[in-house]
């Protein structure tokens, strides 16, 4: 992998379409989907991570769990649970980070789609994607489409169609936000609900040096209070980590909507459903969802 910064802070496209005043969807929309079952809800006394029993309670990395974790952000990105359905996805959401993709907003500005094409290509060279890896790099920390119209968003879609590249989009997300969320929360001592607070928070604002980065954000969350790890209450901690979280939300336009952290993540935290036990009740943009 070549060196760059690290990715932009990211915008969800709902939150994007409601800016430019495009119709939003009629009334609520509400999806119902079961994740399988789950262990009891934790107590609240119940040491972090564990269960009443003692027993450790699965972290985010447990199968079940991210497969959850993935349908929460896809609400929140897609207005949809079925986020398998965006492998194809491509569009520039006018958010002068270029083109948009993939399963997790993978950017032409930013270099994580540069990233993840070069994995692309490396493990299946000729693919449909490579020959567009020069402009890629030419158009990384820029809006540009330069060299990738017109028939770059054709290509994405026929790629997503690959198995390969499906992979590689999931590895991706993997290797740049998901492990070091879930790394992170373990290292803090917050169980499944903070391991997603932390990941839904570097997949919006990337884990750079600005001040609204996700390790800026844990900052501002331990100067209020205290994770596990360093003797504190959980259930405080994550209150903590939102508000820095929404706080950091609100410096850009685009992200002065909330509600996935007020009316999705903070109704988690509220019940103290600590370890994301289904069934899970929420809202994004006005529209319900359901796991069961």
């Known amino acids: ?16 379409i409601g800016l430019v005043g495009a119709a939003l969807i009629a009334g609520p929309l509400v999806v119902t ?41 896809a609400s929140a990105e897609n207005s949809s649970l079925d ?22 907003g993978f950017c032409s500005g930013t270099g994580d789609m540069l990233d993840l ?19 890629l790099r030419k158009v990384d ?11 770059y968003t054709r290509d994405w879609r026929k790629a997503a169609q690959d198995p390969a590249f499906q992979k590689a989009q999931n590895d991706e997300r993997d290797r740049v936000y998901f492990n070091p969320a879930v790394k992170q929360g373990k290292a803090d001592g917050i169980g499944t609900l903070g391991q997603f607070a932390y990941y839904d928070a570097i997949v919006m604002h990337g884990d750079g040096g600005d ?3 996700f390790r800026n954000i844990r900052k501002r969350a331990l100067a209020k209070a205290k994770p596990p790890a360093q003797g504190g209450d959980e259930v405080t901690y994550l209150h903590a980590f939102l508000d820095a979280r929404v706080w950091a939300m ?3 336009e685009a992200h002065e909507d909330t509600s ?4 999705a993540q903070r109704v988690f935290l509220n019940k103290k459903n600590l370890n994301l036990n289904p069934p899970l009740d929420w809202k994004v943009y006005g529209d319900s969802f359901h796991i069961g």
């Open 141 to 151: 920390g820029t809006d540009s489409h330069e060299g990738l119209d017109p028939n």
């Open 33 to 73: 989907q079961t994740a399988g079952a789950a262990p009891a809800p934790k107590p609240a006394s119940a040491a972090p991570g564990q269960s009443a029993t003692g027993q450790s309670a699965a972290g985010l990395d447990d199968p079940a769990k991210k497969e959850i974790a993935m349908k929460l952000v």
């Open 83 to 104: 986020w398998k359905a965006q492998y194809k996805y491509i569009e520039d959401i006018g958010d002068k980070r270029g083109y948009t993709a993939g399963i997790i």
């Open 1 to 16: 992998m070549h060196a760059h910064r690290s990715p932009h802070a990211r915008t969800s496209r709902r939150a994007v």
């Open 250 to 252: 609100k410096q850009e």
């Open 260 to 263: 996935r952290v007020d009316t």
């Open 117 to 135: 094409v070069e994995l692309y290509a490396k493990r299946k060279p000729g693919n449909v994607l490579e020959k567009y890896l020069p402009a």
């Open 211 to 213: 001040s609204t980065s």
